[in-house]
């Protein structure tokens, strides 16, 4: 005869009984005790329900990671459109070839010139944030104060500009 094992021991092998991982005698002696004992069937019942939980929070973030993917395909459709409009508008503009290549290339300066003064520290931001919430890592607060420092003076000399020039 079997030797009877404790209910302490089957809740610690519930887990990877449900997550199928157990050999072939483990779940023989897991599934003997969940018809003989309510107690470990209940706490079965509730790890199976909360591991289902589980299964549709990752299919919703796979749904997020779509939508996101989505956002950024159309983001750089509407950026490569916008400098190809820019483009044509430029010569069909310009009187002069030069002059057409001239203010393009200052227009792709600006345009550079205003990702590195405020997008970039801001999308840096924005991701250290995000990266120091889901490590909880108190260096990586650093990297959020920097940011913070150079979207501020970024800022700050942008607005200066506009006041005294």
Same mark, same amino acid.
């Given at each position: 005869?079997?030797?009877?094992?404790?209910?302490?021991?089957?809740?610690?092998?519930?887990?990877?009984?449900?997550?199928?991982?157990?050999?072939?005698?483990?779940?023989?002696?897991?599934?003997?005790?969940?018809?003989?004992?309510?107690?470990?069937?209940?706490?079965?019942?509730?790890?199976?329900?909360?591991?289902?939980?589980?299964?549709?929070?990752?299919?919703?973030? &796979?749904?997020? +990671? %779509? *939508?996101?993917?989505?956002?950024? #395909?159309?983001?750089?459709?509407? /950026?490569?459109?916008?400098?190809? @409009?820019?483009?044509?508008?430029?010569?069909?503009?310009?009187?002069?070839?030069?002059?057409?290549?001239?203010?393009?290339?200052?227009?792709?300066?600006?345009?550079?010139?205003?990702?590195?003064?405020?997008?970039?520290?801001?999308?840096?931001?924005?991701?250290?944030?995000?990266?120091?919430? &889901?490590?909880? +890592? %108190? *260096?990586?607060?650093?990297?959020? #104060?920097?940011?913070?420092?150079? /979207?501020?003076?970024?800022?700050? @000399?942008?607005?200066?500009?506009?006041?005294?020039?």
């Amino acid at each position: 005869m079997k030797e009877e094992i404790s209910c302490e021991i089957i809740k610690d092998l519930l887990p990877n009984y449900i997550d199928n991982v157990l050999s072939n005698e483990g779940k023989e002696i897991v599934e003997e005790h969940l018809n003989n004992c309510d107690s470990c069937r209940k706490e079965y019942e509730i790890l199976r329900s909360s591991i289902e939980i589980d299964t549709v929070d990752a299919t919703k973030i &796979n749904y997020l +990671k %779509k *939508i996101n993917l989505k956002l950024l #395909i159309t983001i750089i459709s509407l /950026l490569v459109v916008t400098v190809i @409009s820019s483009m044509l508008l430029t010569f069909y503009t310009e009187s002069n070839f030069d002059e057409g290549i001239m203010t393009l290339l200052f227009s792709m300066f600006a345009f550079i010139l205003i990702i590195v003064k405020f997008a970039l520290p801001l999308v840096g931001l924005v991701f250290s944030s995000i990266y120091l919430k &889901n490590k909880r +890592k %108190k *260096i990586l607060i650093i990297p959020v #104060i920097l940011f913070s420092i150079w /979207l501020f003076e970024s800022i700050y @000399s942008y607005i200066y500009n506009l006041i005294h020039y």
